[in-house]
């Protein structure tokens, strides 16, 4: 895809090759999880890593202000921190999946604060703006694409991919529209499969900064990628997807391999710390190995990644992608990619949206503890030091990466670190028809302003947190209740027919006939709840 320039800036033509990957080169795959359908072998047994974060008995914290618990430095002691030049705006951020931005309908996202618009014109190209029209300030993400360009359902002004305003349906016919009538405009770059926004409108975009993943390029590699709005902080969500600590207890027997009884010290070893982020090793104390992989770079980019070999000595390589961008107070959205170069002829026998909705799942177990964490952050407006207990066994990836937020949050529009914290300035503001919510469903549907889908919109609601933002759970949903509609309506008639037939054996063969449309119509049911239905903890005697 394009890069999208604004005719209010002078042209510049940027490089678009791809980052070096020596940079992010991992030897790698994601711990267990609900989307790959195998269990790991543990390979490396024998090179138990010793460091010292690691080192100390599992129960020692990493917050204790006195003690040999203390791990501060020298310089944070004494009340000195590492600062790091740091600007949020000079970052590529992730908006979308390539695969689902709709083809008929703008996209309204945000970064932050920032409110944005993604859509493509007529020939494919994407093109990102912001979410505001000139004219009256309507979003543009509430309007609709007229041969390519996208028009203001409020007026019907309409722009073109650079942001220059080509008509105005209320000036005179002899009039020309002024120059100086045009959206603001974003630099965005399709990668791998993600759809990347860099937001500075003063820097050029550094394509050094756009994330290059060296697994995702590897011949053979297959990944299962799924999109999520969530209802709390993105550093809340980073914090949660990188505790592997909670896996075995809040996700247990939701996979194949989470179990509450596998609950147990873990090992760390930080291996590099930078201005950009950190990276290490991880595993289970029992083991006495360390073969996970976790790099975090900034602003929002988390990998775990491993690596394997089968029994005829062939490598492969399993990642585990996380990529969360920040929408606001108290709300991210997360694009999550597992896979490998070898899946599991298990994983193969279900289709596609089974493992989005059991995705689904899992971050709706987080659900509650992530939002009320978020809740008290905002209430006590303290560092996460004088709130959390880290253990050295199970949260050094978390204090790392608060500590990260120490040194880079002042570039940030808020933050919460682990000394420090800058909270936001301005409350939040809720909004009550979000635009661009039901631009997944199509331009073609009528009232995108009103809520013509069948539930209200609600981060807490499955439907809106994933269902919209997937063209393929989309489809699903609506082929499953075509399908449920029909076979309701065909058992319906049969069982009419049975009752009119005089031959015992056409009332039999009419109503066994019902019978399997009725059984069909609701296993059709059934498909469409657990695309659409929130999971339910129930809480049992244990």
Known sequence: MALSLSPCLPHTTYLSKPLSTSKLTTTSVSFNNPLLGFKPVNLRNNQVRCHAVTDLKSASSLDQSKGEGDDRSEEESKGD????????TEEWYPLYLTKDVPDDAPLGLTVFDQQLVL???GNGMLHCYQDRCP????KLSEGQLIDGRLECLYHGWQFEGNGKCVKIPQIPADAKIPRSVCVKTYDVKESQGVVWVWMSQTTPPNPEKLPWFENFARPGFQDTSTIHELPYDHSILLENLMDP??????????????????????????????????????????????PNFLRFDAPCVLQNNRELVDKDGEKHYFTGLFLCRPTGQGKSMLIVRFGGTKRSPLAKLFPKWYFHQNASKVFEQDMGFLSSQNEVLMKEKVPTKELYINLKSSDTWVAEYRKWMDKVGHGMPYYFGHSTLSPPKLPAVVEHAPAGLIAGVSASSPAKGGIGTMHAPNLANRYFRHVIHCKGCSSVVKAFTAWKNGLSAAALVLTALAILASSRQWKTFLLLSATLCLGGAYACSTAVAMNTTNFIRVHRRL
């Not at 004219?135 to 309507?138: D, F, G, I, Q, T």
């Open 81 to 88: 921190r590492i600062v790091a030049d740091y600007n949020w």
């Open 119 to 121: 859509y493509k014109d």
């Open 135 to 138: 004219h009256r300030l309507a």
């Open 245 to 290: 600590a909670h896996i075995p207890i809040s996700h247990d027997r939701t996979d194949w391999t989470a179990k509450r009884e596998d609950a147990q010290a873990l090992l760390f070893e930080v291996t590099e710390r930078t201005d950009r982020g950190f990276a290490g090793w991880w595993g289970k104390e029992k083991d006495g190995s360390m």
